[in-house]
Nanobody, 126 residues
Framework: QVQLVESGGGLVQAGGSLRLSCAAS????????MGWFRQAPGKERECVTA????????YYADSVKGRFTISRDNAKSTVYPQMNSLKPEDTAVYYC???????????????????WGQGTLVTVSS
C-alpha cells in the first residue's frame, strides 16, 4: 500500500501560480503512475494531469494544457504539479492518486487509481 498526502493548496488571484505537492509513503513511488484529479462543487471529478512511473510520459487535460506542468522525484517520493496562469475555473479540491495498473502507462480514469490523498483546496479569485 501507499499513503498520499497533498499540500500546497490555498487562495490565489487569477493569473497567479501555485505548486502542489504529493508526498508518498509506503511502497516505492516508482511502482506507481501518478495522477492529479480535481472536483469542483457540482461537477464531476476529472483528471487534470498524470505522469508515468519513470516520468517519461505525461498527460494534461485540454483545460490546463500549457499552464500546468507535472513532475516527479521518485527519490523523494513526491509528485509536483506546477500550476501557472490560474483561472477562477481552476477552483476545486485537488486530489493526488496512485495507480499500480500495468496499462495504460498513464491512466486517466479514476477507476485505475487505487490510492488517493485527502485532497487540498485551491481557490482562484477573480
Amino acid at each position: 500500500q501507499v499513503q498520499l498526502v497533498e499540500s500546497g493548496g490555498g487562495l490565489v488571484q487569477a493569473g497567479g501560480s501555485l505548486r502542489l505537492s504529493c508526498a508518498a509513503s509506503g511502497r516505492l513511488l516508482s511502482s506507481y503512475a501518478m495522477g492529479w484529479f480535481r472536483q469542483a462543487p457540482g461537477k464531476e471529478r476529472e483528471c487534470v494531469t498524470a505522469i508515468s512511473r519513470n516520468g517519461g510520459s505525461t498527460y494534461y487535460a485540454d483545460s490546463v494544457k500549457g499552464r500546468f506542468t507535472i513532475s516527479r522525484d521518485n527519490a523523494k517520493s513526491t509528485v509536483y504539479p506546477q500550476m501557472n496562469s490560474l483561472k477562477p475555473e481552476d477552483t476545486a479540491v485537488y486530489y493526488c492518486a496512485a495507480s499500480g495498473s500495468s496499462w495504460p502507462a498513464i491512466p486517466i480514469s479514476g477507476r485505475k487509481y487505487a490510492y488517493w490523498g485527502q485532497g487540498t483546496l485551491v481557490t482562484v479569485s477573480s
